[in-house]
T-cell receptor
Framework: AQTVTQSQPEMSVQEAETVTLSCTYDTSESDYYLFWYKQPPSRQMILVIRQEAYKQQNATENRFSVNFQKAAKSFSLKISDSQLGDAAMYFCALGTSYGKLTFGQGTILTVHP | DVKVTQSSRYLVKRTGEKVFLECVQDMDHENMFWYRQDPGLGLRLIYFSYDVKMKEKGDIPEGYSVSREKKERFSLILESASTNQTSMYLC??????????????FGPGTRLLVL
């Protein structure tokens, strides 16, 4: 069985500051992928960033980057230069070869102007 | 752009009613998924399909069934709605690359209230 845990139900950040969202996971698979998805209020969920477990280099997408610690089974998301549009629910997810994803509980991010 | 649409944004049904939630994707994706989203629980997989007429149970299939007669359409059926099925239902689709969990594209969700 796979599990994904997001221990921060809510986080807040000031506009232009940096925030880190935490995620830990557990799986017995050796080959897997990790994802961060963003769900803005009343809008569709979209992919933020994706990491392949066999790649040691941390993925980055513009202001979004991850800190992937494979041995610790940790996959945190760092948002730099936070913007008001970053306010959303963020989900961490784990996927294996069958295409299914296991999601965490979600973290609500509030961005203060 | 991938587009995933769901038949209703909001739905109110009575206990015992049969409920159909429909999802359509326009990117020729092989995989389609139904999740329910509840506060504090994240998204939980109900059913998924990796090909037409193929279906697999997810983590919480009890009380639900699915149908996939055409590649682009995946329906979730609540045979006899109960109040504990009040939730947000999300549909998603992805390519079916062997051995790789591809990015999933989500619909806007259907908020179902069962009275």
């Amino acid at each position: 069985a796979q599990t994904v845990t997001q221990s921060q139900p809510e986080m807040s950040v000031q506009e232009a500051e940096t925030v880190t969202l935490s995620c830990t996971y557990d799986t017995s698979e050796s080959d897997y992928y990790l994802f961060w998805y963003k769900q803005p209020p009343s809008r569709q969920m979209i992919l933020v960033i994706r990491q392949e477990a066999y790649k040691q280099q941390n993925a980055t997408e513009n202001r979004f980057s991850v800190n992937f610690q494979k041995a610790a089974k940790s996959f945190s998301l760092k948002i730099s230069d936070s913007q008001l549009g970053d306010a959303a629910m963020y989900f961490c997810a784990l996927g294996t070869s069958y295409g299914k994803l296991t999601f965490g509980q979600g973290t609500i991010l509030t961005v203060h102007p | 752009d991938v587009k995933v649409t769901q038949s209703s944004r909001y739905l109110v049904k009575r206990t015992g009613e049969k409920v159909f939630l429909e999802c359509v994707q326009d990117m020729d994706h092989e995989n389609m998924f139904w999740y329910r989203q509840d506060p504090g629980l994240g998204l939980r997989l109900i059913y998924f399909s990796y090909d037409v007429k193929m279906k697999e149970k997810g983590d919480i299939p009890e009380g639900y069934s699915v149908s996939r007669e055409k590649k682009e359409r995946f329906s979730l059926i609540l045979e006899s709605a109960s109040t504990n099925q009040t939730s947000m239902y999300l549909c998603a689709s992805s390519r079916g690359t062997a051995g790789v969990p591809e990015t999933q594209y989500f619909g806007p969700g259907t908020r179902l209230l069962v009275l």
